[in-house]
């Protein structure tokens, strides 16, 4: 590999790089990183965030010097001659720094100078990037205005224009929905497939990790596997199986049960079952819930049970995934808690919400999902009373709220896409703060604060700015203020956009715990699986519901190619698509 | 899409690249709005704010005229304030009265008109005694000026008829140098230009370079052949230009709609604008290379070079009227230099003992700013 002719692409040697925090403590982000990526093969980094993912890639591209090690990228070693590397590879970041204030041709135009692609090799790449990215029809729009999934397209294509000998992606498909996701990860696998590019991709969604030739599982800075997905998946080899709930109980608590078991190191919903990975393959054990023994389906390993199982032994810190509300909420559980009829809502001439109609009951976990663009976050928007409907009639906790929307305000909690508390402010000053703005004082408040601490683990963390807390603390903070005035419909908007999997399933596992106890939950989420959870989901999209049911209603609308049987993903996509291809026929 | 032994570096490749960058930063600079109205709107706005809103001049004072003696003489000294645009008088009777309005803060000023007025000005020895509220020392003492301005006036009608008068016990020396007519128009106008190149030379930039920080915009743009030189050309360029254009607009508006004189020669005012302009750039870089907030960016900015450019550069106020501490420290604030060549310029001419000491301290400025971006420019992140 390392011949004169043929560098290999990546070579990491012992990688090191600190960090000191304005506080003056001193973070490691890579702690003894090796790596090595083979020319024409597409690698994953994968992990949690803080994992370390993002300084890797940032060192790779000379944007960032290494505290200690060796970096050789197609033969140059990066310290020596930063430029040299920065010249012949392509990088995304994250956040793909397009311009949004330029149209699409002219952010490709600005890297196809800053490249030095003369005008007669851009005659031929443009149309090629055009019909890989389908932007064509967009050429003179602005950056800007294009939609979540687009603009990451748009970013893979500036950094395509000068045919670069290595990419890096960061985390290209963050807070892009399945249907783009899916077009973007065609677009990758057909370079390294067909054009022979060699890829370096990062990512926290473990399904794009099992598609790649080689991986990198990365926690808390150090590596602590390399090698083909196989390998990873090969560690859970007869530890996993599917357990049947019984008729009545909700897949979801039965899985939560499973999950606080010991010798279960995951479990998650999936198609109405629940897949429980056992930490040995050796353990024969019936695994014992309310005191019935839960039948057990022994099924192939995937990569996410690899994966879980190498977390557990690095990350065993016993994840809290229940809470007990002071009060249960009594009431029936037909009642309906939410209810929507016939919601419009219009920007200009353009049509945000279609002619929208369901009902949430109460205690129900219910889904919004769509793509970007679907109509969700506005739909969420109203509900919560933060933007008037322009028809139609909602009901939130039998408050109207074209009419009475503080009364209804009052009786529901928000938790916002982003981390939307004040940041200099400590965990219990924001508490403190919170718990005021919702007219609680006195001993009730101490009590509530005391609650809130004492459920989401957040005593240790007390005196600490929330600006610094470790990414899954904001959201337990967030969670723990909105649930305060101890509201009896909870909003969550993306709230797991981002997270890792441990912390989704703990996240989760709090949502159940909620909802058995008569809080009403709507959610929306980019993650498919996720929708598994909820008891009822709809799918928006263009401003219309395309379909609506418990999951696996939702999921039999799809009918998959091979024998498998479909995923919520699947489905998502099959009901998007047909629904676009409909409407354009029309 | 196999390249792998193409050449990195073309001929030509960093012109292109630079042109490129321009190209893309004059894009984003004519898109957004905000830059649009602090390079072209603000001068403006400014000229018209400062031309006629503000001004320094001391008018229409409110005066007590104490007519004591009731002789033609006494009338003709009196319409000489009667007459000026700078009083507004009010004939009273009695001293008493008088001083009644002018502690009731009613009038700034009495002027008496004594009762041996008409005698006197035949013995040659007349008195008028101006009395001024003292609180505004500044209105004051103008207001004193005035006030020997307007018996000059009426000795001069007399004189003109043929009747020759001693100037009476006022003396008359309230000419100021390259100002006789005491417009504060005119030096403020000219000081207007230093506010101009400061907002879009400094703060402008400061803040389109911390915009890309922010943004991310700089992290997929460092990994491409670009240099960093490259980078802080092509944010200069179209900031210089559109600072040329301030100028232009402020100089052209101070010539036609005030009237002010510009003496120097154009060449001289364009060249050590130039020099002003670089130097303010060379801070904008530096702050933002330094903060890679927009909102920290603003603030600095605003405390570095704004504020400085309005007090202490002597535009608004006279550095030699302050404390000695504080005339040191407007020594470091490149602004002083540029009134003060600004002033020069459009008020005296081309005085060179005074044009190259400071054109020379503000190149020396310039080139140490522009060197310290450009050492402080690196393509790395964190």
Redesign the interface.
């Known amino acids: 590999m390392t011949d004169a002719s043929h560098p290999a692409p990546v070579v990491g040697r012992g990688l090191r790089k600190t960090?000191r925090r304005e506080t003056g403590e001193t973070v490691t982000a890579l702690d003894g990183v090796s790596l090595a990526v083979e020319r024409g093969s597409l690698t994953a980094l994968v992990g949690p965030d803080g994992a370390g993912k993002t300084t890797l890639l940032?060192l790779i591209?000379?944007?960032?010097?290494p505290d200690d090690g060796d970096l050789e990228v197609m033969g140059i070693r990066v310290a020596a001659a930063?430029?040299?590397v920065?010249?012949?590879?392509?990088?995304?970041?994250?956040?793909?720094?397009?311009?949004?204030?330029?149209s699409v041709q002219?952010n490709l135009?600005?890297?196809a100078?800053?490249?030095?692609v003369s005008l007669e090799q851009r005659q031929a790449v443009y149309p090629r990037l055009m019909e890989m990215t389908q932007l064509g029809h967009f050429r003179d729009r602005l950056a800007g205005k294009l939609s979540g999934g687009m603009k990451q397209k748009l970013?893979l294509a500036?950094?395509?224009i000068?045919?670069p000998?290595l990419l890096l992606l960061d985390e290209p498909t963050v807070g892009v929905d399945p249907l783009s996701r899916r077009e973007l990860w065609d677009i990758v696998l057909k370079?390294v497939r067909e054009?022979?590019?060699t890829v370096l991709v990062s990512t926290s969604y473990l399904d794009e990790a099992e598609r790649c030739d080689h991986v990198a599982v990365m926690h808390a800075g150090r590596v602590l596997a390399q090698g083909a997905p196989e390998e990873v998946t090969a560690r859970a080899a007869g530890c996993t199986f599917l357990a049947d709930a019984p008729d009545g109980i909700p897949a979801r608590s039965l899985q939560a049960r499973l999950f606080a078991l010991p010798g279960v190191i995951d479990a998650v919903p999936e198609a109405g079952r629940v897949r429980v990975v056992r930490a040995s393959a050796e353990d024969r054990a019936p695994l014992t819930v309310d005191g019935v023994d839960v039948p057990l389906e022994a099924v192939p390993a995937r990569f996410e049970d690899g994966f879980m199982l190498l977390f557990h032994a690095v990350a065993n810190e016993g994840v809290r995934n229940t809470m007990t509300l002071q009060g249960r909420r009594d009431g029936s559980s037909e009642a309906v808690a939410v209810e929507v009829h016939d919601l419009v809502r219009t920007f200009g001439d353009f049509t945000a919400v279609d002619h929208v109609s369901f009902q949430v009951r109460r205690g129900e976990i219910y889904g919004l999902l769509g793509p970007n663009g679907a109509g969700k976050s506005t739909t969420f928007r109203m509900l919560c009373g933060l933007l008037p409907a322009s028809g139609g009639t909602l009901k939130v906790a039998g408050a109207d709220l074209r009419t009475s929307r503080a009364a209804a305000r009052e009786r529901l909690g928000y938790v916002a896409q982003k981390f939307s508390l004040y940041g200099q402010l400590s965990v219990d000053e924001n508490l403190d703060f919170f718990a005021s703005a919702y007219g609680l004082r006195g001993a009730r408040k101490r009590e509530r604060i005391a609650w809130a601490k004492q459920q989401f683990e957040l005593d240790r963390f007390s005196a600490l700015p929330s600006g610094q807390l470790p990414g899954g603390f904001k959201q337990r903070l967030a969670m723990a203020t909105a649930l305060l005035h101890e509201p009896e419909i909870l909003f969550l908007d993306e709230a797991t956009s981002g997270a890792d999997p441990l912390a989704r399933r703990e996240f989760w596992g709090r949502i159940t715990s909620l909802s058995e106890q008569g809080v009403t939950v709507i959610v929306t989420t980019h993650f498919m699986e996720e929708a598994e959870y909820c008891d009822r989901i709809i799918i928006l999209d263009a401003g219309r519901n395309l379909a609506e049911g418990t999951p696996s209603e939702v999921r039999s609308h799809a009918k998959s190619a091979d024998d498998r049987a479909p995923t919520m993903e699947d489905a998502f996509i099959a009901i998007v698509e047909n629904a676009r291809r409909t409407r354009s026929a029309a | 899409m196999n390249a792998d032994d193409r050449p990195t570096v073309r001929p030509g490749g960093a012109l292109r690249r630079i042109a490129a960058l321009i190209r893309k930063e004059t894009y984003q600079l004519l898109r957004d709005p905000s830059s649009v109205a602090i390079g072209i709107v603000m001068p403006l706005l400014l000229l018209v704010l400062f031309g006629y809103g503000l001004n320094l001049d001391v008018k229409n004072v409110p005066v007590a005229l104490v007519m004591e003696d009731t002789s033609s003489d006494a009338r003709g000294a009196a319409s000489g304030f009667e007459l000026s645009e700078y009083f507004d008088t009010v004939t009273v009777k009695t001293m008493a009265e008088a001083e009644r309005l002018l502690l009731a803060k009613t009038v700034n000023a009495i002027v008496r008109i004594p009762s041996d007025f008409a005698r006197r000005v035949e013995l040659g020895s007349a008195e008028i005694q101006v009395i001024v509220h003292g609180t505004d020392a500044n209105t004051a003492r103008i207001s004193l000026g005035y006030a020997q301005g307007a018996v000059g006036t009426w000795l001069a009608r007399e004189a003109a008829r043929g009747r020759l008068l001693a100037p009476a016990s006022i003396s008359i020396e309230n000419r100021l140098w390259f100002n006789e007519a005491n417009e504060s128009t005119y030096f403020l106008v000219p000081g207007l230009i230093v506010l101009v190149m400061t907002l879009i030379g400094a703060l402008l930039t400061a803040l389109v370079v911390a915009r890309e920080w922010e943004r991310g915009t700089f992290e997929a743009l460092f990994v491409t052949p670009v240099r960093s030189v490259e980078v802080l050309l092509g944010k200069t360029v179209p900031y210089f230009v559109l600072g040329m254009i301030g100028l232009a607009l402020s100089v052209i508006g101070s010539l036609l709609l005030f009237g002010v004189p510009l003496r120097g020669s154009v060449l001289v005012l364009t060249g050590v604008s130039i020099l002003y302009l670089l130097v303010a750039l060379g801070i904008g870089l530096v702050i933002s290379s330094a903060m890679k907030s927009q909102f920290l960016a603003s603030q600095i900015c605003m405390v570095v070079t704004f504020l400085p450019a309005m007090m202490l550069s002597g535009f608004m106020f006279d550095l030699r009227s302050m404390p000695w501490v504080i005339q040191l420290v407007t020594y470091v604030f490149p602004a002083r230099y540029f009134v003060s060549l600004l002033q020069t310029l459009f008020l005296a001419g081309n005085v060179w003992s005074v044009i190259l000491p400071n054109a020379a301290v503000l190149a020396a400025m310039a080139t140490l700013l522009m060197g310290l971006a450009v050492r402080l420019t690196r393509k790395r992140i964190g």
């Open positions: 960090f940032r591209c000379a944007l960032m010097k930063p430029q040299a920065q010249d012949i590879l392509g990088y995304m970041p994250q956040k793909f720094g397009l311009y949004e204030d330029l002219e135009d600005l890297y100078d800053l490249h030095g970013g500036c950094t395509l000068r045919s000998q370079l054009e022979g590019l």
